[in-house]
């Protein structure tokens, strides 16, 4: 059997990647939850944001670990499968990677064992420390895996040299590729998105226990504080996916004219396609329903200036428009669906029915689905946009794979992966199922309820020493007087 190296090398990345990427938005979603509840434990006293830290805690551990394990996957096959890629981005790609190890990983995974282990072990506020820096180790991570990537996207401070036969790209400003033109905003609108999942993911666990009528004190609290951070980010969301688009439509215009399904540029604005399903071949979009002049005006703000469209750059230089249009589509219509859903639960909230409403929270219990294909898709509109491009503009995706690795060896790692991955995925499954139908340990409960009660009598007892010391001193007063 014939097999097409390059065809099973970008099935078996992606497939890495899609599976890798399940895990490190959870991560950095979860810890803005957890340093935010600690922190209110620390000020309150409430023994319920110590519980509910905790517990929080230990979802964040199983998918820190499920992500190293998964991650670490995708950079040999950097060497294995993408040998001419890696020559070609060497220096780019080792400085970021460097700068995750030392900023990022080291930092994240030190401070772990005592974020998971340390909290009968350190005091409060150390604990607090340790939690702020693994939830910033896992946001430094995320901002140099975005930063390599962007620079594929829009490079930049760099310069080709010729090494033994075949170009390679050198950093001449370091700080120029971290900069490079789309770096922030894709950083910001992957942040964001992973805010979105982490509070999702806590929202639809306590609707869950609340429908239950488990854990509903440390539920309905965590609720709250998960509905907060996924109405601003939601809304955030919008304005950085806003934002992106336009600079995508500045330096990768080919891409966006593939997300929109803009074949033609036109003499007038061009229409925002709401709904529809692209025809590559006949340079149509089936079954469109649009917007006049919204395009334009999304990216000039103004309705009657023409967008670039697809017509303008040669047929072998397009990105698949099908699969462009759909994965960003889909993703912008969850991004909807989320701020829409997240305001319709803040007012029930504030009108104090939305516990009561049983159906809807039903809806959030499944919702969580919805940020797991928005992080993917989001992903997958960006890579699939940039093709036929591995390095915008520099080099092919069809000449930076490794020739030497035959097809059917791509093939059989395939298969491999597949049955390691579906195990760990199930493993996955089975472990946060038990921690989610065990909840908070009772003994969270018991310990900070009994922590709550001997600060009362501590109180207490000082402030009956206070009055005792007070009514002695008036009676030796009143002696002295007499």
């Known amino acids: 059997m014939d097999f097409d190296p390059l065809l099973l090398s970008r099935i078996q990345f992606a497939l890495t990647v899609a599976f890798h990427y399940l895990f490190p938005p959870l991560t950095i979603g979860l810890g803005v939850i957890m340093v935010f509840t600690e922190w209110q434990y620390l000020r309150t006293k409430d023994v319920q944001y110590e519980v509910m830290a905790k517990f929080w805690t230990r979802i964040f551990a199983i998918n820190f670990a499920l992500g190293v394990a998964s991650g670490i996957v995708m950079e040999f096959q950097f060497g294995t499968n993408w040998a001419t890629y890696s020559r070609f981005v060497g220096d780019v790609f080792g400085s970021a990677l460097a700068a995750e190890g030392i900023f990022a990983f080291f930092l994240e995974s030190g401070f772990l064992a005592v974020l998971v282990f340390g909290w009968d072990r350190v005091s409060p506020r150390v604990h607090f420390l340790s939690t702020v820096l693994v939830s910033l180790g896992s946001m430094f991570s995320a901002i140099w895996i975005v930063v390599a990537n962007s620079w594929q996207q829009t490079p930049a401070g760099f310069r080709l040299v010729e090494h033994q036969g075949a170009l390679r790209a050198e950093i001449t400003d370091f700080w ?9 905003i894709r950083l910001s609108h992957v942040l964001i998105g992973a805010f979105i999942l982490g509070a999702f993911v806590v929202m639809s666990i306590t609707a869950y226990y609340i429908l239950r009528g488990r854990h509903v004190e440390m539920a309905k ?5 998960a509905l907060a951070l996924a109405l601003v980010s939601s809304v955030a969301q919008l304005v950085t996916g806003h934002y992106h688009a336009v600079k995508v439509a500045e330096h990768q215009p080919a891409k966006l004219a593939a997300f929109e399904g803009h074949f033609e540029t ?47 750059f040669p047929e072998e230089d397009w990105p698949p428009v099908a699969l462009s249009f759909v994965s960003y589509h889909v993703m912008v219509g969850l991004g909807l669906y989320f701020i829409l859903l997240t305001v319709v639960a803040a007012v029930m909230y504030k009108r104090g029915t939305l516990f009561q409403t049983r159906w809807l929270l039903w809806v959030f219990v499944f919702s969580v689905i919805g940020p797991y294909i928005s992080n993917q898709l989001g992903w997958m509109a960006a890579e699939v946009g940039r093709q036929p491009w591995i390095v915008y503009g520099l080099l092919r995706t069809s000449e930076a794979y490794s020739q030497s690795v035959p097809g059917g060896q791509v093939a059989t790692s395939i298969g491999m992966f597949l049955v390691i991955y579906l195990l760990l995925a199930a493993v996955w499954i089975y472990v ?21 009660g001997l600060a009362g009598i501590r109180e207490a007892i000082l402030k009956g020493e206070e009055g005792s010391l007070t009514a002695t001193a008036e009676e030796e007063e009143e002696g002295s007087q007499r």
């Not at 120029?176 to 922030?184: E, G, K, R």
């Not at 609290?221 to 504080?225: I, L, T």
């Not at 946060?432 to 709550?452: C, F, L, R, S, V």
């Open 432 to 452: 946060m199922n038990d921690k989610i139908q065990h909840g908070p340990d009772e003994a969270d409960a018991t310990g900070a309820a009994a922590k709550e």
């Open 266 to 312: 036109g003499e007038g604005g061009a229409p925002l396609h709401i709904i529809g399903l692209p025809d590559q071949k006949e340079k149509t979009v089936r079954y469109s329903v649009a917007i006049p002049g919204l395009l334009s005006w999304l990216v000039h703000m103004d309705s009657s200036k023409p967008v670039k469209g697809l017509d303008q």
């Open 221 to 225: 609290k965590s609720f709250a504080v």
């Open 176 to 184: 120029a590729v971290v900069f490079n033109p789309s770096s922030m």
